[in-house]
């Protein structure tokens, strides 16, 4: 699966990504460097709106994007990404703006 085919789902899941409180939500890892294998996993960093970042709401859409992507996604969110992989995730990432 490349980007562009992560980018078209996540456009066409806007509505369902937005009852979950997501403002923006971005692509990186090798699936954002045109770099992943068959197996690859699908890197995801996400920012909640106020009041939606919740482990249970998390844990719920984090369901729904491997549902619908049908790949393995690791999940970040914006507020928990290591000061230390911040920079590394910053040059690649590809947001989708909800």
């Known amino acids: 699966m490349e980007l562009r085919d992560i980018l078209s789902i996540i456009h066409a899941q806007q509505h369902r990504l937005k009852e979950f409180g997501v403002r923006k939500i971005g692509v990186f890892g090798s699936i954002a460097r045109n770099e992943a294998k068959d197996g690859s996993d699908l890197d995801l960093i996400v920012e ?3 009041g939606f970042s919740t482990f249970k709401n998390y844990m ?3 369901d729904f994007l491997e549902e619908v992507t049908g790949k393995k996604v690791d999940l970040l969110t914006s507020e928990g990404v290591s000061p230390h992989i911040k920079p590394y995730i910053d040059k ?7």
């Open 60 to 62: 719920r859409l984090y």
């Open 92 to 98: 690649e990432i590809v947001y989708e703006e909800l």
């Open 48 to 50: 909640f709106k106020t």
